[in-house]
């Protein structure tokens, strides 16, 4: 079971890591310091509310055995 809570751990960083760049980035994008294209902006929100969904759907989906 460790294995599991490694894993979870794992993809939990990954999708936290990635809407902080995708916020990052749009954060850029309003300070004018980088230029997207209206493309590129929507790509980075569509990213950011997968990343959410997946971190809020991981969390009610995979859940952790009881010990009794």
Do not use: N
């Not at 916020?23 to 990343?51: E, K, N, P, Q, W």
């Amino acid at each position: 079971m460790a294995g599991a809570r490694v894993t979870k751990g794992l993809v939990t960083i990954a999708l936290t890591a990635a809407c902080a760049a995708l916020l990052y980035r749009i954060g850029l994008h309003m300070t004018r310091a980088a230029s997207l294209s209206f493309d590129d902006l929507t790509l980075h929100f569509m990213g950011v509310f997968a990343a959410i969904f997946a971190l809020i759907l991981m969390a009610v989906v995979w859940e952790e055995p009881t010990q009794r």
